[in-house]
T-cell receptor, first 116, second 116 residues
Framework: AQTVTQSQPEMSVQEAETVTLSCTYD???????LFWYKQPPSRQMILVIR??????QNATENRFSVNFQKAAKSFSLKISDSQLGDAAMYFC?????????????FGTGTRLKVLA | AAGVIQSPRHLIKEKRETATLKCYPI?????VYWYQQGPGQDPQFLIS???????DKGSIPDRFSAQQFSDYHSELNMSSLELGDSALYFC???????????????FGPGTRLLVL
């Protein structure tokens, strides 16, 4: 069974600085998808970025980028020019490509605090 | 853009009562997923439906049942409620069987259930 691990329960970053959130996963599959979701105090789950395992190029979305290391099974999220609105829980999620198994497996989350 | 709609947004029930949560997916999305997020926890997958058929089952108690209707909306029925069922229940949808971003799940705002 696949597992997702986020080893940083909480991180802090100064406004305008850069922060990296870690995520590792365990799987025997070669093709899968990885996601980062943001959950602000409203508890809405908001998609931040996604990565297809078959793509070597790291995904980027504006100030958000990932460092995907397939061999190491690592999928970290880098937030550049941090803003107060980035403060939230961040969940890493894994999605299989096995037919019929499309559920997300989430990590335990990292709470990001942004300091003014 | 249209989003996933969940109703009710808040629900308070007594122990041993029943509750029904509703989910209306994004138009043209044919797949619905249900997740349960306890306080301070990551979302846990309960069940999913594709084209009105159950496609995957997670840690859903036998007291819970769900279905997807012809208009693709889904309902999660919860009976004999227990204190431990107090949680945020998310519905997510994706366009699995259709062209588009099949791998990404788009989450609704959630239903907060409190069992007293």
């Amino acid at each position: 069974a696949q597992t997702v691990t986020q080893s940083q329960p909480e991180m802090s970053v100064q406004e305008a600085e850069t922060v990296t959130l870690s995520c590792t996963y365990d799987t025997s599959e070669s093709d899968y998808y990885l996601f980062w979701y943001k959950q602000p105090p409203s508890r809405q789950m908001i998609l931040v970025i996604r990565q297809e395992a078959y793509k070597q190029q790291n995904a980027t979305e504006n100030r958000f980028s990932v460092n995907f290391q397939k061999a190491a099974k690592s999928f970290s999220l880098k937030i550049s020019d941090s803003q107060l609105g980035d403060a939230a829980m961040y969940f890493c999620a894994y999605r299989s490509t096995t037919s019929g198994t499309y559920k997300y497996i989430f990590g335990t989350g990292t709470r990001l605090k942004v300091l003014a | 853009a249209a989003g996933v709609i969940q109703s009710p947004r808040h629900l308070i029930k007594e122990k041993r009562e029943t509750a029904t949560l509703k989910c209306y997916p994004i138009p043209r999305h044919d797949t619905v997923y249900w997740y349960q997020q306890g306080p301070g926890q990551d979302p846990q997958f309960l069940i999913s439906f594709y084209e009105k058929m159950q496609s995957d089952k997670g840690s859903i108690p036998d007291r819970f049942s769900a279905q997807q209707f012809s208009d693709y909306h889904s309902e999660l029925n919860m009976s004999s409620l227990e204190l431990g069922d107090s949680a945020l229940y998310f519905c997510a949808s994706s366009p699995r069987g259709q062209a588009g971003d099949q791998e990404t799940q788009y989450f609704g705002p959630g239903t907060r259930l409190l069992v007293l």
